[in-house]
Nanobody, 124 residues
Framework: QVQLAESGGGSVQAGGSLRLSCALSEYTYMRYCVGWFRQAPGLEREGIAS???????EYADSVKGRFTIAQDIAKKTLTLQMNSLKPEDTGMYFC??????????????????WGQGTQVTVSS
């Protein structure tokens, strides 16, 4: 059982930046794929960034070039640097971990463990 806890959410104006962090209770090299998902009100949860055991990232088109995912296995931490934020980035952000460690994926079905989420609000 892997426990995850997000932090770093908040409110920011469009064009601003936020950095989300996720602390994992267990984080072993080449064992997990970890990622970030978000859910806006009334919409389905969508995968926005993930990174596999080879440190290869995958991004949704909507965040490419603006968001950067990084993992620090020694510190058991996953981060998401979000720049040039837009109002449509508003939502609850979740970090997640799954066992498909050899391939970054944005499919929620590939992730077994989830954090409680942190709210990001971007105003225009």
């Amino acid at each position: 059982q892997v426990q995850l806890a997000e932090s770093g959410g908040g409110s920011v104006q469009a064009g601003g930046s936020l950095r989300l962090s996720c602390a994992l209770s267990e984080y072993t090299y080449m064992r997990y794929c970890v990622g970030w998902f978000r859910q806006a009100p009334g919409l389905e949860r969508e995968g926005i960034a993930s990174i596999d055991g080879y440190d290869r990232p995958e991004y949704a088109d909507s965040v490419k070039g603006r968001f950067t995912i990084a993992q620090d296995i020694a510190k058991k931490t996953l981060t998401l640097q979000m720049n040039s934020l837009k109002p449509e980035d508003t939502g609850m952000y979740f970090c997640a971990a799954g066992s498909k460690w050899d391939s970054a994926t944005l499919e929620s079905a590939d992730f077994r463990y989830w954090g409680q989420g942190t709210q990001v609000t971007v105003s225009s």
